[in-house]
């Protein structure tokens, strides 16, 4: 696979709560080596999105594709095999556990590779930064250390494609530029592709390929970011006139 050849496909994805529709014939791709964001207001579907990708909830119709197979209805643990790892707008470590031993469980958890689990463990902790913290219990992190000991938990699955889910909220300023620096540096050295929901417009416009803009479960936009913050769709809907 070369960069930018097809990697995750959802083609007309529609999905229901109730009488509730969430998602609503949603085609949307990612391609190898992309960043691309996904912006939207409060309740607009994204998290929902992440979701059906990793089979937490099952589509009412539609295809999902990754590298051309269709994964909509496999197992949360088979598509992490496959190659999809995901980060929580909650964040969800093991909170008794200690660092290593959270990204361990997570290494275990993705599988076989050419690499042992320890490998993946040692790599994903010295991509994010945390080797010094290796020994210390998840519960005592800052929520900036929570957020990176969660990539590197998804890290640790040598993903093809990362799903993060408002990495960036609830962090300062200065968390922020570093969990900037840490996310380019580990695309540099891995070269997988991003999904990247965030409430933070101005970094998405920033820091991504492409970004889709959601609005009651459907996609109003899709573009390159010069595009899609002119687009007055989208200001109408989530991003407000710029001030005079
Ligand atoms: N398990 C569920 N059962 C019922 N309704 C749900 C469920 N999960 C999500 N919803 C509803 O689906 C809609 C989309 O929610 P979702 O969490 O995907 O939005 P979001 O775009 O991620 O919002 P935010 O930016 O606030 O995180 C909301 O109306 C939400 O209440
Ligand atoms: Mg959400």
Redo the contacts with the bound molecule.
């Keep these: 696979m070369a960069a930018g050849d097809p990697l995750l496909v959802l083609d007309k994805v529609n999905k229901r709560?109730?009488g509730?529709r969430?998602?609503v014939d949603l085609d949307f791709q990612v391609n190898e080596e992309e960043i691309v964001g996904m912006i939207?207001?409060?309740?607009?579907?994204?998290?929902?999105?992440?979701?059906l990708i990793t089979s937490i909830?099952k589509l009412d119709s539609g295809s999902i594709k990754f590298r051309g197979r269709e994964i909509a209805g496999l197992p949360p643990h088979k598509i992490c095999h496959l190659g999809i790892a995901r980060t929580y707008?909650l964040v969800r470590a093991f909170l008794k556990m200690s660092v290593h031993d959270n990204v361990m469980t997570a290494a275990v958890y993705g599988g076989a590779h050419e690499l042992s689990s320890k490998e993946r463990t040692l790599s994903a902790l010295e991509l994010v930064q945390l080797e010094s913290k290796r020994d210390v219990i998840a519960a005592h992190l800052t929520l900036s250390d929570r957020r990176l000991l969660e990539i590197a938990m998804g890290l640790a699955s040598m993903p093809s494609l990362i799903l993060l889910?408002?990495p960036m909220a609830g962090l300062t300023a200065t968390e922020i530029d570093n969990l900037f620096t840490v996310i380019r540096a580990t695309k540099e050295e891995r070269k997988f592709s991003i999904l990247w929901?965030e409430?933070k417009v101005d970094a998405v416009l920033d820091f991504c390929d492409r970004v889709g803009v959601?609005d009651y479960?459907a996609k109003i936009a899709d573009a390159c970011p010069d595009e899609v913050a002119c687009d007055p769709k989208v200001i109408e809907a989530y991003l407000g006139e710029p001030p005079t």
Excluded: S
């Design positions: 709560f109730g509730l969430v998602i939207g207001p409060n309740g607009a579907g994204k998290t929902t999105v992440f979701n909830y707008q889910d408002e929901i409430h959601l479960g």
